[in-house]
């Protein structure tokens, strides 16, 4: 069995992601660091932490593997700057930390037109926290971009509930990689990428997430 950590699990996605990990038998542990406590289970670890001060060796960082669903929009970041810090920065450190204690495999939940070419901020961002990951070291790295994502989240996000209804309504029209990809499909794709770990660098596409 391995130990897991689990950055944003107050997320959709993240949610998710903790539901199944707390279900597999594969799974001893769950390590959640939060800004705010999370539902007690008895394979639950969950500290709580500034994102802007993470306790660097903290015993917890041992883990196995990483599954990072981190993100935020720049409207509810309220800056691009703000943004950049919880899609990048606070990603990057985790990993950082993460690998220096032990962890082997890294698994991102980045979007569809991750691009560090990308004119548009929101892709180059999630281009270059890609790229960076990369020079973390991690015998094994994940990257998950799925398009629109479908779920209730906790924070409204009015111009993604538009597209994801938009998107729903011509789903039988467009390709495979512009459709609406549910929230559980991501997770469940990251959390086995992570428990399997397979050497290498893996990009799965919106399209491999259905």
């Known amino acids: 069995m391995k130990k897991l950590m689990l950055v944003g699990a107050t997320g959709l996605v ?8 707390l279900a597999d038998p594969a799974v001893a542990q769950v390590v959640a660091p ?9 394979k639950l670890l969950n500290p709580l932490v500034d994102f802007e001060r993470l306790p660097e060796d903290a015993d917890w960082w041992r883990v196995d593997a990483v599954v990072c669903t981190l993100g935020t929009t720049i409207r509810v970041a309220g800056s691009q700057a703000a943004f950049y810090k919880v899609d990048h920065d ?16 890294f698994a991102l939940n980045s979007a569809l037109g991750a691009d560090v070419a990308s004119r548009v901020f929101y892709s180059r961002t999630k281009g270059e926290i890609e790229r960076d990951l990369q020079a973390v070291g991690y015998p094994s790295l994940t990257l998950v971009r799925p398009g629109l994502i479908g779920g209730q989240r906790q924070e409204a996000r009015p111009a993604e509930q538009w597209a994801v209804r938009v998107s729903k309504l011509l789903q039988p029209l467009l390709p495979r990689r512009y459709r609406v990809v549910p929230a559980d499909r991501i997770a469940h794709h990251l959390l086995q990428a992570a428990l399997a770990a397979t050497p290498g660098v893996h990009v799965l596409p919106s399209e491999a997430l259905l």
Do not use: F, M, N
Request: hydrophobic share 40%; glycine share 10%.
């Open 14 to 21: 993240g949610g998710h992601v903790l539901q199944q990990a």
């Open 34 to 42: 939060t800004r705010k406590s999370l539902v007690p289970h008895a």
């Open 90 to 105: 606070h990603p990057l450190e985790v990993a950082y930390l993460a690998r220096r204690h032990g962890a082997r495999a």
